[in-house]
């Protein structure tokens, strides 16, 4: 077995505060050992990481990268003062469905291959643009390559073919779809908002997603109020995301509960909605994550970074709070208690930055500073 010494710390972000000059050993993927590097022990290999900053990797719980297609123009229409609709999600659902298996799974590989540069460690991987029995099974196929964290959205939006019998959807959704789906994916999702699922019918599709044991977890609250954020709670969803439009019943409800709050800043930058009110929930004792959204249509980005630089310049919350969204929030909206902090007996889940403080991450925007990851 080989141990790990990552030495020359100028800062170590932990599960109990930072640390100064620090060093930190790993034992077959596992933190073993945090102190001052003055004190560190011997290992077989010796990584100086010569003064920087130290965080955990990053932790991705909300990404759709499964798809085909480009939505450039529809982006371009919203920069012209178009408002966002969900209804754009059906141009990419006839792209993924014209899709080869080959051409899903290189974009998607490209899009963790950006992930992993900044700095993600951890990602979870939606289907939901296929939305036939066969391509949301094959979406989650391809997926179970690149994460063990995968997500069945069948209920994305309802599909042109049955716009005049959604409840005809939500029998294909909770019936031959989920059977087709559930042995490749490990949650199940649904977008509760106007333009997709009400309520009744979202609780329909995580009652029988649950009842073919996947997690739960929502979309709710990104286009305006609505009870679905109730919903999440009152059912043990492990997150709802998005949470942009709240009212006190709903911050209540959370702050009562365990769902987390996932909130996805790059959505509202590239939709021109209003932010989400972080503060609000964190003063509410809400557990936050912080999560990309990437997809084609509502927030094609994969930088956590920029998320943190958002949250932070726009949504209420610390460098220090958003550095915690996207990683033990992200581990906690995920229902992981391995990742997404440093600590003894985690895996060694790393992101080593080109600069002296996680503060940067906000403080110079748009900068690449991931130096390297280690990931167990």
């Not at 229409?77 to 141009?91: D, L």
């Not at 994460?147 to 409840?167: I, M, N, R």
């Not at 992200?330 to 985690?346: E, M, N, T, V």
Request: overall charge negative; some cysteine.
């Amino acid at each position: 077995m080989t141990t790990e010494l990552v030495e020359g710390i100028g800062l170590l972000v932990t599960d109990e505060g930072e640390l100064r000059d620090a060093a930190l050993v790993i034992d077959d993927g596992v933190i073993a050992w945090i102190g001052a590097s003055s004190k560190a022990p011997a290992a077989d290999i010796r990584i100086d990481v010569d003064g920087a900053c130290v965080i955990p990797g990053f932790v991705d719980s909300h990404a759709h990268l499964m798809f085909a297609g480009d939505r450039t123009a529809e982006f371009e229409a919203r920069m012209s003062g178009q408002k966002y609709a969900a209804g754009g999600i059906r141009s990419t659902v006839a792209a993924t469905r014209a899709a080869s298996d080959e051409e899903l799974l290189a974009n998607a590989t490209r899009l963790v291959g950006e992930l992993r540069a900044g700095g993600t460690t951890t990602f979870e991987i939606k289907s939901g643009y296929g939305l036939t029995v066969v391509d949301e099974a094959r979406a989650l196929r391809l997926a179970q390559t690149l994460t063990g964290e995968t997500t069945y959205l069948g209920a994305h939006v309802v599909p042109a073919e049955y716009a005049d019998d959604v409840a005809g959807y939500v029998d294909l959704v909770t019936g031959p779809m989920l059977d087709a789906a559930a042995p490749h994916a490990k949650w199940i999702d649904v977008f509760c908002e106007t333009g997709a699922f009400d309520v009744d019918q979202a609780r329909a599709i995580l009652v029988a997603g649950r009842e073919r044991g996947l997690g739960l977890r929502m979309h709710s609250g990104q286009l305006g109020e609505s009870g679905g954020v109730r919903l999440a709670v009152e059912i043990g969803a492990a997150s709802v995301d998005h949470c942009t439009f709240l009212s006190d019943a709903d911050v209540d409800a959370l702050a009562a509960g365990s769902t987390v709050a996932t909130l996805l800043p790059g959505a509202e930058f590239s939709t021109r909605q209003p932010y989400p009110d972080a503060r609000r929930l964190l003063d509410a004792g809400v557990t936050v994550a912080l999560a990309t959204d990437c997809n084609p249509g509502s927030s094609f980005t994969t930088s956590m970074s920029f998320c943190i630089a958002v949250a932070v310049r726009e949504m209420g919350m610390t460098p220090a709070e958003a550095l915690r969204a996207a990683t033990a929030g992200g581990a906690a909206a995920l229902g992981r208690d391995d990742i997404g902090s440093i600590a003894l007996g985690k895996r060694a889940d790393l992101a080593i930055l080109r600069a002296p403080s996680y503060v940067h991450l906000a403080y110079r925007p748009g900068v690449p500073l991931i130096a390297q990851t280690l990931n167990s």
